[in-house]
């Protein structure tokens, strides 16, 4: 069986989306914001799809790195998990942007917080909740979940 070709992935790039995801999922639901919402969903869909131009990575990239705030941490991952976590965020926020603008604000804000307190748990205490389900998924043999987690 061959081996597969170790990857790395930057945790402080993905922290900046959680933190950015974060403040402004905070903000949509202190301005009431469906548009805001909105917004995170796109930012988090183009992370999931890995685009050059995903705002996310500008962020980092262009601002929080070269200011010095937050050094790379690379480390040994597989990136497609944290990308389908990216894209069940962006699922949820878009479940929630039409709720909000269908006038079903208790769905909507519901759906809001369930992203505030999984990426809360990702920044603060390492537990990615969609890199989990990638795992578990893999571990079933769901298709297109390909890799396993690192070190098995």
């Known amino acids: ?3 597969e070709v170790l990857r790395k992935v ?7 989306g959680q933190a950015a995801t974060i ?3 905070i903000l949509a639901f202190v301005l ?3 548009l805001l919402v909105a917004v995170v969903a796109v930012a988090q869909l183009l992370g999931a799809l890995d685009v050059p131009f995903a ?4 962020l980092y990239q262009q601002v929080v790195k070269p200011s010095g705030l937050v050094k790379p941490n690379v480390v040994i991952d597989n990136p497609e998990p944290h990308r389908f976590a990216m894209l069940v965020g962006a699922v949820f926020n878009g479940m929630a942007t039409l709720a909000l603008l269908a006038n079903a604000p208790a769905i909507g804000w519901v759906l809001v917080a369930i992203v505030v307190v999984l990426a809360n748990l990702n920044f603060w205490l390492n ?11 893999h571990r079933l043999g769901v298709p297109g979940f390909t ?6």
Request: charged residues 10%.
């Open 55 to 58: 705002p996310y990575r500008l």
């Open 32 to 34: 009431n914001s469906p």
């Open 127 to 137: 537990f990615c909740a969609g890199c989990w389900m990638y795992y578990q998924f």
């Open 1 to 3: 069986m061959a081996q």
């Open 147 to 152: 890799h396993a987690p690192v070190g098995q």
């Open 23 to 25: 403040i402004l999922l």
């Open 10 to 16: 930057d945790q402080n790039g993905l922290k900046t």
